[in-house]
């Protein structure tokens, strides 16, 4: 197996988490259980493990379980605002707050990353301040009106999380190091820096998720293929989906025109580019008449190509947007995608079709579900996996 791979996971603390162990990850793996059981909560750890110093990488944790990423401002308010969602990471006991744990070991390395968090009370600076050891988010925009002093600001809600991060191996010592601190300072409607810490890289890992609606949205399909050109990736996502359809021959954006009588045609002004398909049958096709199922593949394409090596794909309810008759064939696609790009795949699902599609899709060796139940995360490799499916008949989601 590929040694960037997670191998071992243990979850010590994460939202409703006390503690979990994920044993002997392989490059296809498969979370089930029942509602609650913290299938989509191992996805969020997992994200915020590959790159805890990022703010983004945070509010992504947080963004897996809204409705993202469509907005509608009739329906803006969901009373959770940032800060609070944010909170809501961290494991509660009695109402309060307690640390988060993470842990993960990939080749004969350790990952780890420890953290608490506290609301308060103050007034952020103008501008935001990011170094080696520290994020504080500006708020400029919290000036008090009409005041004669410019400079004074309105106390506002805030938070700190305070982090512990390191990274460990018998093969890394110029790595190994006591664990680094860092602080997050965050605040209500408070403006962040997106600048990385450079110096920090050997924490991250490059990942990308996908909700079980995300790939509904014209927009941000439009977006994802928007920066596959930017980073001359496009071609490769384009293979990657006529391993599934070989008719499927590009994407394409297409900027709306209206007619100028001296030069033709012109771009339309207020409107963006849309995502187009051209098919060796139907030819150029607008991406929102395509079906769910072409449109989770795209979706999933462009995260593959994307990622490459080392790269760790997240999909809650893989099966979501995908007909039971295609599940083994996009299965089968999916798997080989990330196995040619090197990629880590965890996916949770409901559904037995979709557990018994990945059995046919995968191989043994490649494969691994995880049933969580009461705190517990039981193993199956693929082997054991197949005759506990096929053999014995047993349930195993």
């Given at each position: ?15 409703g ?13 498969l ?6 059981s913290?299938k989509?909560?191992v996805l ?5 493990l590959t ?5 983004d990488?945070?509010e992504a944790a947080?963004?897996?379980r809204r409705?993202w ?5 009739r ?5 959770m605002d940032?800060?609070d ?9 009695s109402?309060?707050?307690?640390p988060?744990?993470l842990?993960?070991r990939?080749g004969?390395s ?7 968090v506290?609301?308060?009370v103050?007034s952020?600076?103008?501008?935001p301040?990011l170094?080696e050891?520290e ?6 925009s919290f000036r008090?009106?009409?005041r004669?002093e410019?400079s ?5 809600d ?18 190994d ?13 408070g403006?962040g820096?997106?600048?990385?810490v450079?110096?920090?890289a ?6 990308a998720?996908a909700?079980?609606?995300?790939h509904?949205s014209d ?5 994802r293929v928007?920066r596959l050109?930017r980073?001359?990736?496009k071609d490769?996502?384009v293979?990657l989906?006529q391993?599934l359809?070989?008719?499927?021959q ?5 900027t ?8 033709g045609?012109?771009?339309r002004?207020g409107?963006?580019?849309t ?5 060796a ?9 395509l079906g769910?199922?072409t ?6 394409a462009a995260?593959v190509?994307?990622?490459g090596?080392g790269?760790l794909l997240?999909?809650?309810e893989?099966?979501?947007g ?8 996009v ?6 995608a990330c ?6 795949l965890f ?11 990945l059995?046919?899709?995968v191989?043994?060796?490649d494969v691994?579900?995880?049933r969580l ?16 499916r096929?053999e ?5 989601r």
């Amino acid at each position: 197996m590929n040694e960037a791979f997670y191998g071992d996971i243990r979850i010590g603390g994460f939202r409703g988490i006390r503690e979990l162990t994920l044993d002997a990850c392989g490059p296809v793996n498969l979370l089930v259980g029942g509602n609650n059981s913290g299938k989509t909560s191992v996805l969020e750890a997992l994200l915020l493990l590959t790159n805890p110093l990022d703010i983004d990488q945070w509010e992504a944790a947080v963004e897996l379980r809204r409705s993202w990423p469509f907005v509608d401002w009739r329906f803006r308010t969901d009373g959770m605002d940032r800060l609070d969602a944010l909170t809501w990471l961290f494991p509660h006991a009695s109402g309060e707050p307690r640390p988060l744990r993470l842990h993960a070991r990939f080749g004969e390395s350790t990952q780890w990353v420890e953290a608490s968090v506290e609301r308060i009370v103050g007034s952020p600076p103008s501008e935001p301040i990011l170094d080696e050891t520290e994020l504080i988010e500006g708020g400029s925009s919290f000036r008090v009106a009409g005041r004669r002093e410019k400079s004074e600001l309105y106390p506002v809600d805030g938070l700190v999380i305070d982090m512990k991060v390191g990274i460990a191996g018998y093969q890394m010592t110029l790595l190994d190091s006591s664990p680094r601190p860092y602080r997050m300072v965050l605040w209500e409607n408070g403006r962040g820096s997106r600048r990385r810490v450079r110096k920090q890289a050997d924490l991250v890992r490059p990942s990308a998720f996908a909700t079980p609606i995300s790939h509904r949205s014209d927009g941000y399909l439009t977006s994802r293929v928007g920066r596959l050109i930017r980073t001359k990736t496009k071609d490769e996502a384009v293979a990657l989906l006529q391993l599934l359809d070989a008719k499927l021959q590009d994407l394409v954006l297409v900027t709306p025109e209206e007619p100028d009588e001296s030069r033709g045609s012109l771009p339309r002004r207020g409107r963006a580019a849309t995502l187009h398909v051209e098919h060796a049958d139907a030819g150029l096709v607008p991406v929102h008449v395509l079906g769910d199922g072409t449109r989770r593949a795209i979706h999933f394409a462009a995260l593959v190509a994307e990622l490459g090596e080392g790269g760790l794909l997240l999909i809650d309810e893989i099966e979501s947007g995908i007909h039971t008759a295609v599940l083994r064939e996009v299965f089968s696609w999916l798997a080989k995608a990330c196995r040619e790009r090197g990629v880590q795949l965890f996916a949770t699902t409901h559904s037995l079709e979709a557990v018994d599609s990945l059995l046919e899709a995968v191989p043994d060796h490649d494969v691994v579900l995880y049933r969580l139940k009461n705190g517990e995360a039981r193993r199956y490799d693929g082997e054991l996996l197949r005759t506990a499916r096929f053999e014995m008949g047993q349930e195993v989601r």
